[in-house]
Nanobody, 125 residues
Framework: QVQLVESGGGLVQPGGSLRLSCAASGVTLDYYAMAWFRQAPGKEREGVSCISSSDGITDNADSVKGRFTISRDNAKNTVYLQMNSLKPEDTAVYYC??????????????????WGQGTQVIVSS
């Protein structure tokens, strides 16, 4: 059973940066594709960034391309989301998720079966 715990959220001004972390326990993440999703109030959960298990394939939603970067450190069993040039529309709860399926891009939310509890990101002046 994969247990995922996100951290690093908070309040940041527009144009600022945050780095989210997702620490896994219970399994090794080496064999899991990983992704970050977000959900703003009144909106559906959307895929933000994803990374394959072993060959370094990544993909980002158009809304965050050039600003967000997903990475993983399998030795630390941790996945990261570096978020730069943040905008108010990036405000949401951000979730980390894991999939044993081969990564499909664009992100297929149904492939991800293990989820963290989420971390709030607020972009506001």
């Amino acid at each position: 059973q994969v247990q995922l715990v996100e951290s690093g959220g908070g309040l940041v001004q527009p144009g600022g940066s945050l780095r989210l972390s997702c620490a896994a326990s219970g399994v090794t993440l080496d064999y899991y594709a990983m992704a970050w999703f977000r959900q703003a109030p009144g909106k559906e959960r959307e895929g933000v960034s994803c990374i394959s298990s072993s060959d370094g394939i990544t993909d980002n939603a158009d809304s965050v391309k050039g600003r967000f970067t997903i990475s993983r450190d399998n030795a630390k069993n941790t996945v990261y989301l570096q978020m730069n040039s943040l905008k108010p529309e990036d405000t949401a709860v951000y979730y980390c998720a894991a999939s044993r399926s081969r990564l499909r891009v664009p992100i297929v939310i149904a492939d991800f079966t293990s989820w963290g509890q989420g971390t709030q990101v607020i972009v506001s002046s």
